[in-house]
């Protein structure tokens, strides 16, 4: 019998060329697409500008306008316990490296952050509220700036791509899960 003709060799040599495609070049796929939304999370999609322009600096940039609201209002309101939780939320999403924590995170921040405004709006004067007006309408800019920004739309391309078979199986196997598309 000669090699050429052997089919349980033929079967095994498939099935070998079919795992190797399938998982080796569909994960280094998976993971290559992975990696070019978490480079727009992280720089943007014009690296050559010379702002950070990435979803990554406005979630930074909220937190810290977030913090700058906790530090006005904590002058003006008699109890603290509001102004401690948008402060260590600010403070927590600006240190989370993990893109699922800070969605979490954010997403905690602008309940907390319209609670603040609401307590204090109306308790102080037009001019003690002026920083702290500024640094909320400044957050609410950022929040519009992450809403927009087109890294959402690339995750929820690549959420797509790596749910379906047989990216769901290869996105489970390489550690390529679903990114957080933060409400695009």
Known sequence: MR??????????VLAVCVVVSLFGFGGMSLARERGKVLTVYDRGVDASSSTRESLDAYLDAAAEEAGVMALEADLY???????DSVSALAEQMAKETNIDARYDQYTQLKTQVDKLYNGLYGKVSDSEFVNFKHAYDDFWGYTDLIERNPYSKLAYGYNQLASGFPGGLVAGLTGNGALSTFGG
């Open 77 to 83: 309101l008699d109890s603290a316990q509001l102004t």
């Open 3 to 12: 090699f050429t003709e052997n089919r349980k060799i033929a079967f095994v």
